[in-house]
């Protein structure tokens, strides 16, 4: 199963209108579409909740009470509205869920697009600025739509999957991204697997670490949805050379190499990943602390094979950083690891 990717369609960010008309005659600036700052960030959150997952996070829902008017005190302008006859304000407060945004970042990839969102309202579509990118905070805002948004929903596209929101009854229709419910509930958590770990030196004392998270079945990882009715499994990886020790043939000799650069290689039975998504946030090699970090997010076929290990084939580039005693040691060195790592 090669990666399967789906053009998203484009949108630019719209920018909330701070519209000034107010009762009366200068009810005629608006129009039906016009989306209207609310004065409260939360203004409308104990209004009818609901929710969507979709890769970059919990997408959380109020739905407030439509109303033909609003007052000075309902909008972030001060300025009272009356919708023009026909149309009603259906007012919202959206944010991404703190706990859960960004979650599954390390596997969505670098170019995540945004969600292209839809207000449907009585059968009528009005496009939506996606929310702020942050999980931090939320937004409140009134659209204005025909009729009395008796039936009202969003429609979101992340990436070619569509999902639909009831927001009066909180029903789903979740589509492809099915997935992504399931693997909120997944267990997280990393353990050691240095203990997997064997060297190719005969010689030395190599101080190495190694971390495996738990995998997760996910249904969009580096960019791409997953085959319908299959899920990328995905993990991370996380080794580290600090230093490696060499002592000589002779009392009181010997070396410390430091590590400057590594390759590695990873596969479970015969299958390879489809994409390894190197952290720039690990740095090998490290100046400032020494030694050489890389973490790995991992996204395999998730038809590899059950019960099978991870295996892991690493080669250290390694420099002379001080030697003693008698022996001259050669400036560069390479180290070699393998480990086969359990997967959870």
């Not at 484009?10 to 609310?38: F, H, K, Q, R, Y």
């Not at 009272?80 to 304000?89: D, V």
Request: with cysteine.
């Amino acid at each position: 199963m090669g990666l399967r990717r789906r053009a998203a369609a484009a949108i630019g960010l719209v920018s909330l209108l701070p519209l000034l008309a107010g009762c009366g005659d200068d009810a005629a600036a608006l129009e039906v579409g016009d989306v209207v700052p609310a004065r409260e960030d939360d203004q409308f959150a104990a209004g009818a909740a609901s929710f969507l997952e979709i890769p970059l996070g919990r997408l959380e829902v109020s739905l407030g009470e439509p109303s033909a008017s609003l007052s000075d005190r309902d909008t972030s302008e001060f300025a009272a509205m009356r919708a023009p006859e026909g149309s009603t304000f259906v007012p919202i407060t959206w944010q991404y869920d703190a706990g859960t945004f960004g979650a599954f970042a390390e596997y969505v990839g670098d170019d995540a697009p945004s969600p292209v969102i839809d207000l449907v309202s009585d059968g009528a579509r009005y496009r939506l600025p996606p929310p702020a990118e942050s999980g931090e905070g939320s937004e409140s805002f009134y659209v204005l739509v025909t009729g009395a948004a008796e039936e009202v929903a969003l429609s979101v596209e992340y990436d070619g999957v569509v999902q639909t929101l009831d927001l009066v009854t909180g029903e789903r229709e979740e589509g492809a991204a099915a997935g992504l419910y399931r693997a909120r509930k997944a267990k997280r958590g990393t353990r050691s697997c240095k203990e997997a770990a064997t060297f190719d030196a005969t010689q030395g004392f190599p101080t190495y670490r190694c971390e495996i998270s738990r995998t997760i079945r996910l249904p969009y990882a580096d960019g791409a949805w997953a085959e319908p009715g299959r899920a990328w499994l995905v993990m991370t990886l996380t080794t580290g050379m600090r230093r490696f020790d060499v002592y000589g043939p002779l009392p009181g000799s010997g070396a410390l190499y430091g590590a400057e650069s590594v390759r590695a290689n990873f596969r479970i039975g015969e299958r390879k990943p489809v994409a390894v998504l190197r952290d720039p946030d690990a740095l090998c090699p490290d100046i400032a602390r020494g030694g050489c970090t890389a973490t790995y997010h991992l996204v395999f076929d998730g038809r590899a094979a059950a019960g099978a290990p991870l295996v892991i084939e690493q080669r250290f580039a390694l420099a002379l950083g001080t030697q003693w005693g008698s022996v001259d040691r050669k400036a560069t060195m390479k180290f070699g690891v393998h480990v086969e790592a359990p997967l959870r």
